[in-house]
Each structure stands twice: as structure tokens, then as C-alpha cells.
């Protein structure tokens, strides 16, 4: 088990089976991690290869008025939004590595 913490809001929790976000941004809130596997394809050598990337997702699931309160959570909402794509951005590589071994097991070659 392991939580790295992004912000003071939001952090990530790997069980050793996959990554969750865990914030306290509201229930009404939504923030997530999607991972994209896409095909690349080397034009000097021809040669295909697969990459992968982790997305945010962010939605709002509940009411959120357009008045008061309502306003100002959506707003910091968007900001810790922000801030969890920038992290995310900066350590890609890192995290799609951690998502395909959580429980950082070693790779072991075999000759």
C-alpha cells in the first residue's frame, strides 16, 4: 500500500491491484485516472510499439448551483483539478509504470 499525496486535497492509493484518487473535494465531485494504451509506430525502422498514458477524468455528479457557495467549491474544485493534470503531466512515466506494477515487484529476467 502506498499514497502519494499531489496536493491538500487530492492524493493517489495504490492496494497493490490499481491506483485511486482520494480527495476532498465533495461528494458532488468526481476525479479519477483513465489509463490510454495507443500503438506508435517507429518510421526509421518501421518497427510498432505501444505506449501508454494516464488521463484525469474530473466530472460533477450532484447539483451545483450557479449562486453563492456552490460557485466558489466548483471553482476550487477546477483548481485542484488543475493541479492534480499538472502533476500528472510532469510525472506520466513514473505513475503508468507504478499502474502496471502497484505492488513494485521486481522484474526479473530470465536467460
Request: proline fraction near 2%.
Amino acid at each position: 500500500m502506498e499514497i502519494r499525496k499531489i496536493s491538500s486535497s487530492i492524493a493517489l492509493y495504490s492496494d497493490g491491484k490499481r491506483l485511486q484518487v482520494i480527495h476532498n473535494l465533495g461528494d458532488e465531485f468526481i476525479l479519477d485516472l483513465e489509463m490510454k494504451t495507443y500503438e506508435t509506430l517507429n518510421i526509421d525502422d518501421l518497427s510498432r510499439s505501444s505506449a501508454s498514458d494516464i488521463t484525469p477524468i474530473f466530472k460533477v455528479s450532484g447539483y451545483c448551483s450557479r449562486r453563492g457557495e456552490d460557485t466558489q467549491r466548483l471553482k476550487w474544485a477546477i483548481r485542484q483539478f488543475e493541479d492534480f493534470d499538472e502533476y500528472l503531466i510532469a510525472h506520466n512515466s513514473e505513475l503508468v509504470e507504478w499502474w502496471k506494477n502497484p505492488n513494485k515487484e521486481e522484474k526479473n529476467d530470465v536467460v
